[in-house]
């Protein structure tokens, strides 16, 4: 189920089977001019059916949204073989929108098996990119809001603390937060938004501008290609030095203390810490995420044990304080298995709204089970 | 016991895109905008040096480890690492780069001296490293203080008795040797290519421990002549896109490139 | 002038092969005007097998029982001061480089390392070599007396050396100060210099496929490698690295499959007769790099491209 089955101009949408690449239909979409504005990290390789399913988001969605903002049409099977088409309409006000059991279910309650997306003109020609370098963390955070609720819409909006930012600029920002804006569109819209945020920046005497090449040259090397990730896979097995990631999202009024409470308690709590940064990569005029990026030393530890001492803890330390501070404990992650053991705190009295869901939808439990919800196995 | 590692930095080359490429001051290529990485050689050097120096099977070698390069104050970043990761010493002598990327000799003859007043049982460092290319360094280290060089070291440890061996490559060919010291050895393709990660507090601990300077005397040396000039090599080969995919793709080609071309000699 | 020309004997088998290296090296000398003398070293015992070969004018040789610049540096400079050589050429080898500055810096002469381009132009010699990463090209002039030492040579058109060959074998050096001790610990399965190299990158999927096109190139008699990334997802042995960091080859023929053509790859087919690359990614850098290129997977086309081969082999 590999085919992309319409691509169409008019109405500005494209129609996939679910196992379509990301990328082969961003490049489909690109000899038309157009563009998915989708592009998450795993785009060479995530499948549309996939990305529906999680909830997914990508590196621009500051501008075009997330998965949900994207997803016009979906098809979908059942459990009991129902197979269901939601079709692609622009809005509608017919009953709660149902294009939400499907978006995030994460394969527990259906298997989604067509996708129609919508579509923007590609302008890469007015792409800006804006970068700037500060001191505080804290300073960062309020002046991304200050941006987003200024009504500006860039199509990247980024904040790094020092401690992440080592790995990616270091040589030309050493001990500092980076901030990273692009923006994009029509060239009107393109360079409004940036000349926008440049007179917010100008502002504030903390910041200083960022030769445009640096950010430029950062960007194009984001995303790892195959070899790069084989290298990551080496170093990591000579050095025993793992990377694991944690990304939230919280109100502007929270982030700021989820952000200073969780690096206290990791680097203290948690043993063989070796670093512990953040950034936030999505912005939205009534908060942020937060992806907490951390690498720690495996020591004395087999392979089976790693997720006890290391990875469920630091895990642990920042899901119950997200939640505990009004976040979000996944941002676009997805719960999976792994962050289970808080999807109670995470829905609260919500709960059995996803629980009968899942009850309704798949009653024999055959669908992904000990995902989202934990797989309780009876006691006899 | 002491020994010295030597290590320089380098810009990460995998991340120049082919459009940014461009000549600087007529003999390098344009590269301060991007990030900054060890050499991988020394890289391997640096860990050594640190293995060579834990406790291992009932041998406690008492080593005293300097880390030392020459280098802008992007250096410091690193050195605060090897200070975090037990390097007792962290030198640095502060030159631009395009002082000494094509003078090998500069740089030897500035590691003698530092050598000269803080004698060292083992030198230690990478065969070569990408800007300069000129493979030279250990060599002139090994003339310049008068100690026996190996080449193409790829392992080292210390034996249960003390003495040196070291995993050498020759074309392919593998062997283990022991050697003497003093000596300097020369880092290929080594077992090893990453440097271990400090932890947190062990960088938090260092943060504020002083750095040293050291400041040669001016040097000249004429062996290594200078380049006249820096070309971009063009590698294009203008080539042929089959219109065909497939079994017509391979006629294709055949057809056109590939009969008779093994005839010559 | 008069030049001396430095080669490694790797293994008794390579013997031929050196010669012919040795002969090739020297007539393009000559054919500047340079008076030539060859000096061969070596670990294995080789001066038997050394004396049969068609080695080219006045060759000295000498085996080494220890692996080490310092010793054959050594050796070599009193040959150098003796027979009042203008200049030294020293061929490519792991040891090349090692031998060439330790020798400049004895004898007080100018060297350059890594040369890929010698050219005598009167004055003395333009050489080129490469520098970030094979990402630039030098150009530099060394006069005389003066070292040079080898790295990805480019092809040589020019005829071998036709002087009647003189074997010298020197004293074999068994001995060393400072290597108190020596053991094999493997030898390296060299291969032989084939017309065609399949070169296989990343794209290729599986570490089966790898598999069979190693087999595949055994088989039939053709060079194989991979690229650096493959070798160290474990599909392959370090040793089997084209490019930098591995080996150079120049076959006729250069068939990559799933090559991205990174130029610590490319340096090592960059001499290549005809490169013939076979991609799904049009824009890959490689394809510009080919003389000629397939988009399309692998897959749909090796089968049939590599029964080509073998064809055109067997009309050898």
């Not at chain 1, 995303?223 to 990730?229: G, K, M, Q, S």
């Not at chain 2, 030159?95 to 003698?112: H, L």
């Not at chain 2, 063009?234 to 089959?242: E, K, N």
């Not at chain 3, 001499?271 to 799904?280: C, K, M, P, Q």
């Amino acid at each position: 189920m590999n085919k992309i089955l319409n691509i169409d101009e008019v109405n500005m949408q494209a129609t996939a089977e679910c196992g379509v690449v990301l990328e082969d239909l961003e490049n489909a979409v690109r000899k038309y001019g157009l563009t998915t504005g989708h592009s998450p990290q795993s785009k060479p390789i995530a499948m549309m059916g996939g990305l529906v399913a999680t909830r997914s988001i990508g590196q621009f969605s500051t501008l075009y949204g997330g998965i949900e903002d994207m997803l016009a049409g979906v098809e979908t099977v059942f459990p009991d073989g129902q197979i269901c088409d939601i079709k692609a309409v622009p809005r509608r006000s017919a009953g709660p929108d149902i294009r939400h059991i499907v978006l995030g279910n994460e394969g527990t309650t259906n298997f989604i098996t067509r996708v129609t997306v919508k579509l923007w003109k590609y302008y890469p020609e007015y792409q800006e990119v804006l970068g700037f370098t500060l001191d505080k963390m804290q300073d960062g955070m309020k002046i991304m809001r200050e941006i987003m609720v200024a009504g500006y819409r860039p199509s990247v909006a980024r904040l790094y603390d020092a401690e992440d930012g080592k790995e990616h600029f270091s040589h030309f920002a050493p001990g500092k937060c980076v901030m990273v804006f692009v923006t994009e569109g029509p060239q009107l819209v393109s360079h409004a938004n940036a000349e926008g945020i440049r007179a917010i920046m100008a502002k504030h005497s903390e910041c200083t501008p960022v030769e445009t090449k640096l950010i430029e040259n950062w960007f194009a090397n984001l995303n790892w290609d195959a070899a790069r990730i084989e290298e990551e896979r080496k170093e990591v097995l000579e050095t025993n030095n793992v990377c694991c990631t944690t990304e939230i999202s919280a109100p502007w009024s929270a982030v700021e203390q989820i952000y200073n409470v969780c690096k206290k308690r990791v680097v203290e709590e948690i043993p063989d810490i070796t670093i512990f940064g953040a950034h936030g990569s999505h912005c939205y005029s009534n908060g942020m995420n937060l992806y907490f990026v951390y690498w720690y030393n495996v020591v004395d530890c087999t392979p089976e044990e790693e997720i006890n001492k290391y990875h469920l803890p630091i895990k642990k330390i920042i899901c119950e304080e997200t939640i505990k501070a009004g976040g979000s404990m996944c941002h676009h992650h997805g719960v999976g298995k792994h962050r289970i053991h808080w999807i109670d705190q995470e829905h609260g009295s919500a709960l059995p709204m996803l629980k009968k869901i899942k009850a309704a939808f798949d009653p024999n439990g055959i669908m992904n089970p000990g995902d989202i919800l934990p797989y309780y196995i009876e006691k006899k | 016991m002491k020994l010295l590692t030597c290590f320089k930095l380098c810009p990460d080359m995998d991340k120049l895109r082919q459009q940014d490429f461009e000549i600087s001051g007529g003999k390098g290529l344009e590269t301060s905008f991007l990030p900054n990485m060890i050499n991988c050689f020394d890289e391997s050097g640096l860990e050594f040096g640190i293995r060579l120096s834990e406790k291992s099977e009932g041998l406690e070698p008492n080593i005293e480890k300097t880390a030392f390069t020459i280098g802008g104050d992007a250096s410091e970043m690193y050195l605060r690492t090897l200070k975090a990761l037990g390097y007792e010493h962290c030198v640095l002598v502060k030159k631009d780069e395009d002082e000494f990327r094509y003078s090998p000799c500069m740089v030897a003859q500035t590691i003698a001296e530092y050598v000269g007043e803080n004698p060292q049982d083992i030198i230690v460092m990478g065969k070569e490293a990408p800007n300069g290319n000129n493979s030279a360094t250990a060599q002139l280290v090994s003339v310049l203080t008068g100690r026996p060089l190996i080449s193409s070291v790829i392992d080292v440890k210390f034996c249960d008795d003390g003495t040196l061996t070291v995993t050498v490559t020759n074309d392919g060919d593998v062997y283990e040797q022991t050697v003497a010291l003093p000596v300097v050895l020369s880092i290929g393709n080594a077992v090893i290519s990453k440097l271990r990660v400090p932890t947190l507090k062990q960088r938090m601990k260092c943060k504020d421990l002083p750095l040293e300077h050291f400041k040669p005397a001016e040097t000249s040396c004429a062996m290594f002549p200078e380049p006249m000039r820096a070309v971009i090599p063009d590698r294009r080969r203008g080539g042929y896109l089959s219109p065909y995919s497939g079994s017509e793709a391979v006629d294709d080609i055949q057809g056109k490139f590939l009969k008779g071309r093994l005839g010559e000699a | 002038m008069k030049l001396l020309t430095i080669v490694h004997i790797d293994g008794t088998d390579a013997i031929e092969a050196a010669a012919l290296r040795q002969r090739t090296l020297n007539g393009y000398f000559e054919s500047f005007g340079y008076e030539c003398e060859s000096y061969l070293y070596g670990a294995e015992k080789f001066y038997e097998d050394a004396v049969k070969q068609d080695f080219a004018g006045r060759v000295y040789a000498q085996r080494f029982h220890f692996i080490s610049a310092v010793p054959v540096a050594d050796e070599i400079s009193a040959l150098i001061i003796g027979g009042k050589f203008d200049g030294v050429v020293i061929e490519e080898s792991e040891l090349a480089n090692d031998i060439a500055v330790l020798l400049a810096a004895y004898l007080d002469r100018r060297c350059l390392t890594n040369v890929f381009s010698v050219t005598p132009n009167g004055t003395g010699i333009l050489c080129k070599r490469l520098s970030y990463n094979n990402n630039l090209i030098l150009e530099h002039e060394i006069k005389a007396p003066f070292v040079i030492s080898l790295r990805g040579y480019e092809k040589i058109l020019t005829a071998p050396s036709g002087a009647a060959f003189e074997f010298f074998p020197l004293r074999s050096m068994e001995n060393s100060e400072y290597i108190l001790s020596q053991k094999p610990v493997s030898k390296a399965g060299k291969q032989g210099n084939s017309k065609v190299l399949i070169a296989c990158g990343m794209g290729v999927e599986t570490c089966e496929e790898i598999e069979y096109f190693r087999n595949y190139a055994r088989e039939h008699g053709f060079n194989f490698g991979v690229t650096r990334p493959v070798a160290i997802r474990g599909w392959a042995k370090l040793g089997e690295t084209i490019g930098v960091s591995g080996q150079t080859f120049a076959p006729k023929i250069c068939v990559t499959l799933g090559v991205s053509g990174a130029a610590a790859f490319y340096v090592g087919i960059e001499n290549a007769d005809f490169i013939l690359s076979v991609n799904t990614n049009r824009d890959a850098l490689i394809i510009a790099q080919s003389d000629a290129a397939i988009i399309d997977d692998y897959k749909n086309v090796c089968g049939k491209l590599l029964d080509s081969l073998v064809d055109l082999y067997a009309t050898l």
